[in-house]
């Protein structure tokens, strides 16, 4: 019986000491603004029990061929807030949404370091929505976004014995690999959706109309406005 109540005392002891070396994370998420050009803000809350600091964090978003993150406008976030980034693959900024060059990417986004136990992170991601074919009846095209995983890399690790961990860039200067452990988190909402409208295809023969009617029409006016200054 004592055998059985020091092995008990020790699973208890393990357990406790595995559940205190995890964090508690929550990641809230919204798309701000409207139109192709909208604003993808996560805001990360992180509890931790362990003291293992400094720690350093990744953040990696998996994004739709769908949009696309001008590498510009990155280079730009990175120099305004105390982050750094990278995506995984050139991104075509030109391609529409049905191009064989619009392809998935991921975005290796790292905050500052967590120094805390308890620290909030906002990191706004600038995306823009790609156009959409133009289908019969037109409409409106859903984009999802799915959710994102959120690492962290401590000093000195302290994590939690079961936890998975991930060969991943070590920072956006330094891509040799480094062991990250991934944090469970709860994650709202869970999938993003917006919608981007889509040409409507019935509306062609009109359109062609109208754009021609509109060339033709502009063009004899500027002849005419030249003649006349010309020779009058």
Not at 72 to 81: I, M, S
Request: contains cysteine.
């Amino acid at each position: 019986m004592s055998h059985l109540l020091s092995y008990v005392l020790l699973l208890s002891i393990a357990g406790f000491v595995s559940v205190s070396c995890r964090s508690q994370v929550t990641i809230s998420r919204e798309l701000r603004n409207e139109g192709f050009h909208r604003t993808l803000v996560s805001s990360i809350d992180i509890y931790s029990t362990s003291e293992t600091y400094p720690c350093s964090l990744l953040l990696v978003e998996y994004l739709p061929g769908s949009v696309y993150v001008d590498s510009d406008q990155l280079l730009g976030l990175v120099a305004k807030n105390s982050l750094s980034a990278f995506l995984n693959t050139s991104v075509n900024v030109e391609a529409t949404a049905d191009s064989e060059k619009a392809i998935p990417f991921k975005a290796f986004i790292f905050p500052a370091d967590q120094l805390t136990p308890k620290i909030t992170r906002s990191i706004e991601l600038p995306l823009h929505l790609r156009y959409q074919p133009a289908t019969s009846g037109g409409g409106i095209k859903n984009i999802n976004i799915g959710q994102p995983s959120l690492f962290q890399r401590c000093t000195k690790d302290n994590s939690d014995p079961t936890a998975k961990t991930f060969d991943l860039a070590c920072s956006s200067l330094d891509r040799s690999l480094c062991k990250w452990t991934k944090l469970d988190a709860t994650i709202t909402p869970a999938i993003l959706t917006t919608g981007v409208p889509a040409g409507n295809t019935d509306l062609g023969l009109y359109v062609s109309i109208a754009s021609y009617v509109l060339l033709y029409g502009a063009t004899f006016y500027i002849a005419r406005t030249i003649y006349f200054k010309n020779y009058y």
